[in-house]
C-alpha cells in the first residue's frame, strides 16, 4: 500500500519570502504521480502542480515548484514570493499510473501567509 | 463549463438515519470519485466510477455505504443507518478520462448527531 507522509502539521511565512513543505512516500511502483493540492477554507482542493515519475525534471507553475528525489521518495513544494492568498491546508497526494486511479493524500500541512 | 458541484453543502442528521449526498461532475466526464475527509485529516478514497459502473469501491468503509452512477453522470453517495463516525466532509471529483487531472467539488458537510 502507498503512503503519504507530511510531517510538518503548521507552517508560517512572512508575505514575499519563501516557503518549503515537505512530502515524502512509500511505494514500490515505478510509475506513478505526485501532486500538490491547495484547500482554502472554502473546502475546494485546487491542483497547484502535478509531477510524473518518470520525468526528472522538476515541475514548475509560476511562484510553485517541486523538488522531486525519486530514489529518496521525496516531493517538497517550494512556494515563492508568498501571497496573502497562498494561506491554505496544502495536501501530497500520489496516484498510481494505470487503471487504479485512487489518490492517496497526506495528512495536510496548514500554511499562513503573515503580512 | 461549470465545475463539480455538489449537493446539499451541509447535511445535519440524527444518528440511524439514512442520507443521500448527490455530485454533479464537469460535463463529459467519464470518470468520478468520492472521498471522506474527516476533519485535521486529508481526503481518503472511498470508490471510483467509470462510467456507470464502480471501478473500485475498496474504499467504502463497511456495506452501509453505496453509491451509484445510473446515467453515467450524477453521482449518489448513500448512508445507511448512520453513525457519528461517518461525520466528514465528502468530496467529489471528476477527471475526463481515467487517470487525468481529478477536479473537486466543494464538499458536503456531513454531521451526525
Sequence with gaps: AQTVTQSQPEMSVQE????????????????????????????????????????????????????????????????????????????????KHGNNNDMRFGAGTRLTVKP | GAGVSQTPSNKVTEKGKYVELRCDPISGHTALYWYRQSLGQGPEFLIYFQGTGAADDSG?????????????????????????????????????TT???????????????
Excluded: H
Design chain 2, 60 to 96: 467504502l468503509p463497511n456495506d452501509r455505504f453505496f453509491a451509484v452512477r445510473p446515467e453515467g453522470s450524477v453521482s449518489t453517495l448513500k448512508i445507511q443507518r448512520t453513525e457519528r463516525g461517518d461525520s466528514a466532509v465528502y468530496l467529489c471529483a471528476s477527471s475526463r
Design chain 1, 16 to 95: 514575499a519570502e519563501t516557503v518549503t513543505l515537505s512530502c515524502t512516500y512509500d511505494t514500490s511502483e515505478n510509475n506513478y504521480y505526485l501532486f500538490w493540492y491547495k484547500q482554502p477554507p472554502s473546502r475546494q482542493m485546487i491542483l497547484v502542480i502535478r509531477q510524473e515519475a518518470y520525468k526528472q525534471q522538476n515541475a514548475t507553475e509560476n511562484r510553485f515548484s517541486v523538488n522531486f528525489q525519486k530514489a529518496a521518495k521525496s516531493f517538497s513544494l517550494k512556494i515563492s514570493d508568498s501571497q496573502l492568498g497562498d494561506t491554505a491546508m496544502y495536501f501530497c497526494a500520489f496516484m
Design chain 2, 99 to 113: 487517470g487525468g487531472e481529478q477536479y473537486f467539488g466543494p464538499g458536503t458537510r456531513l454531521t451526525v448527531t
